[in-house]
């Protein structure tokens, strides 16, 4: 029971999904919480996790009902037209803690990117920190939060094309409106849960150059693109000139390279 809710059984499709990927999961195919209609699966992850609920669990829905984006944004959640998954992770296990929490969610942006490709052969760019996108439209997006030592790794993916809001449509993409087909979303669920098993045990390891040059391999846009972003002092512009081995982006301004860390990137 979360929030008053109590947890479905999957859809069959969905379980079947999970059982034959299980041997990839680890942790993350354990405890599966399932909601057709939900406020958030971030905030029912970050009850359990406030709770103490394991490293791995996964909170995923048909629908949600106050889906969150990043800085503040509503992330439009329609019935069966996309994934909702939030996970929960433990990443100061990793150790240098400095380093651990930002590679987290560029190890999520990368497997969300290799999961996708796995399971309908579409290939994702990175935009930092970790947003997906097919031709400068947006196709999925990942919220990471804190809740204690542990985070709640939140991602959202457009599967399907839907009535997106007018202020959206001209800047999102989903699976099927790319690939022109219809896609096998529990599939799309599995794989990128079994990316994000695999990237989790680089990150736990150790192994955060592996995933900062995966990183760095699918995201074109780090390196020489014309962006803008927006500090307290105002809007500033540069061209992009990589990430650090912290996951900070470098950007070239006339006076000199700026470390960003937090915000929001525009390509102009
Ligand atoms: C963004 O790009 O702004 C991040 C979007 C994250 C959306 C997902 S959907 C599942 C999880 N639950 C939420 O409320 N938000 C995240």
């Given at each position: ?23 990839r ?9 399932y ?33 969150r984006?990043r ?18 992770l433990a990443?100061?296990?990793?150790g240098?803690?400095?380093r ?8 999520a ?5 290799e ?7 579409l ?5 930092w920190?970790?947003d ?34 007018p ?43 592996v995933?900062l ?19 307290s ?17 470098l ?12 915000g929001?990137?525009l390509?102009?």
């Amino acid at each position: 029971m979360t929030s008053g809710r109590s947890t479905e059984a999957p859809p069959p499709e969905f379980a079947d999904a999970v059982a034959g990927a299980a041997p990839r999961l680890g942790a993350f195919g354990r405890c599966l919480h399932y909601f057709s209609t939900v406020g958030s699966t971030n905030d029912v992850a970050a009850e359990l996790a406030a709770a103490g609920g394991a490293e791995g669990t996964v909170v995923f829905a048909d629908a949600q009902t106050s889906g969150r984006g990043r800085r503040g944004r509503t992330w439009f959640s329609p019935t069966g037209a996309g994934l909702y998954v939030s996970t929960i992770l433990a990443p100061a296990r990793a150790g240098d803690a400095g380093r651990a929490r930002m590679i987290t969610t560029l190890a999520a942006g990368v497997a969300i990117v290799e999961g996708i490709a796995e399971a309908t052969g579409l290939r994702a760019d990175l935009k930092w920190p970790n947003d997906l996108f097919v031709a400068r439209r947006k196709l999925a997006g990942v919220l990471a939060e804190g809740v204690g030592d542990a985070v709640v790794l939140g991602y959202g993916i457009n599967v399907g094309p839907s009535a997106y809001p007018p202020e959206l449509s001209a800047r999102v993409t989903s699976l099927e409106s790319e690939l022109g087909r219809p896609v096998d979303r529990p599939r799309v669920f599995a794989e990128t849960l079994a990316a994000l098993a695999a990237r989790y045990d680089d990150l736990l390891a150790g192994r955060f150059d592996v995933i900062l040059d995966a990183w760095r391999a699918r995201a074109p846009g780090c390196q020489g693109a014309r962006v803008s972003w927006t500090t307290s002092a105002g809007a500033r512009t540069g061209i992009t000139a990589g990430i650090d081995d912290y996951g900070a982006l470098l950007v070239r301004t006339e006076a000199q390279i700026e470390r960003i860390v937090a915000g929001e990137l525009l390509w102009l």
